[in-house]
Structures are given as C-alpha cells and as structure tokens.
C-alpha cells in the first residue's frame, strides 16, 4: 500500500478497491428480459434444465465455456464476454477471502527471497 504524509491511503488511487463485478447471470437475466425471452425459452433452445439455466441467472452456478458458448450460439453474445465477466466475477470473490490472500501474501514473501 503507498502512503503519503498528510494523505489519507485510502484516496490514493493505487489503494482504491475496484468496484463489484456483476455476476453475467445477472446481465443474462437483463438481456432476456429486454428480448422479452423467458428462462424456459432459452433452455429449450440451448438443451438445458430450466433449473440449471435459473441457477445461473442467479449466481449460484458458474459460466464455463460451454455455457458461454451455447449461450452465444442462442442469443449472438460473444461467448468471451460472458468467460471474461464470470473471470471477473471470480477474481473479486476470492480477493475478498482473507485466509487465501494471507496464503498469497506468504508465497509473494518467498518468491521475493528467491
């Protein structure tokens, strides 16, 4: 973390927290409603379970490429799009787990001694 006399670390912008990702589930949800296309609808056409496809509207399922590619085949949606949003997604979640990042601050401590 940098510090500056005077200034608060947390208004240095190096120390800022990036914002929340949104899960793609949501943004699915978002782009079926637009398109006026139920849940149903989709998993008949992409060869799901409802329920599957409702988990991951839901974020309680991840988006693996297959998901993503399927559903860029349904809807036109580059499947990258959704790979790099679950990516996103992903990251942020495990950086707020502080028994893992104390994990990586240690192997930063020995890579840094070789």
Same mark, same amino acid.
């Given at each position: 973390m940098i510090t500056l006399p005077g200034i608060d670390p947390k208004m240095i912008a190096n120390n800022l927290t990036p914002f929340q990702p949104t899960h793609p589930g949501e943004m699915l949800r978002e782009e079926l409603e637009c398109r @006026?296309?139920?849940?149903?609808?989709?998993?008949?056409?992409? @060869?799901?379970?409802?329920?599957?496809?409702?988990?991951?509207?839901?974020?309680?399922? *991840?988006?693996?490429?297959?998901?993503?590619?399927?559903?860029?085949?349904?809807? @036109?949606? *580059?499947s990258d799009f959704w790979i790099n949003q679950q990516a996103d997604y992903n990251k942020w979640k495990i950086r707020k787990d502080s028994s893992f990042m104390k994990r990586i601050a240690g192997i930063r401590r020995v890579a840094a001694a070789l």
């Open positions: @006026g296309i139920t849940q149903s609808r989709l998993a008949n056409e992409i @060869g799901v379970k409802v329920s599957l496809l409702n988990e991951l509207i839901n974020g309680k399922r *991840d988006f693996t490429i297959e998901y993503a590619m399927m559903i860029e085949a349904a809807l @036109g949606i *580059d």
